[in-house]
């Protein structure tokens, strides 16, 4: 499967952002997709995650309450929703996939087979 991770941009503190992952290549309800982050300096931590079979999601602690991922079957596409954004949400934002994943290692970036090319996100105070 190959991941377009798109939607970026610069906003204000406050504002909202969707991020868009569009899969081709295989249909994306048969992976487990993911929302890791990366800001400069910094290691790439998990944001967000929906489970393969679409009953699960999951959430990093900072970002709870504010970002909401979702699945769009048709358009094969998974969603991030992020809202009330701040600036320490800062960075550039990937959407991973992997067919087999555990989900108690949806946390964890080496878990995910495949990756789309990242979308930069800044959020000004």
């Known amino acids: 499967v190959q991941l377009q991770a798109s939607g970026g941009g610069l906003v204000q503190a406050g504002g909202s952002l969707r991020l868009s992952c569009v899969a081709s290549g295989r249909t994306v309800s048969g992976y487990a997709v993911g929302w890791f982050r990366q800001a400069p300096g910094k290691d790439r931590e998990f944001v967000a995650a929906?489970?393969?079979?679409?009953?699960?999601?999951s959430y990093a602690d900072s970002v709870k309450g504010r970002f909401t991922i979702s699945r769009d079957r048709a358009e094969n596409t998974v969603y991030l929703q992020m809202n009330s954004l701040k600036p320490e949400d800062t960075a550039i934002y990937y959407c991973a996939a992997d067919r087999s994943i555990i989900w108690s290692s949806r946390a964890t970036p080496s878990a995910y087979d495949y990756w789309g090319q990242g979308t930069l996100v800044t959020v000004s105070s």
């Open positions: 929906f489970s393969r079979n679409g009953g699960s999601t």
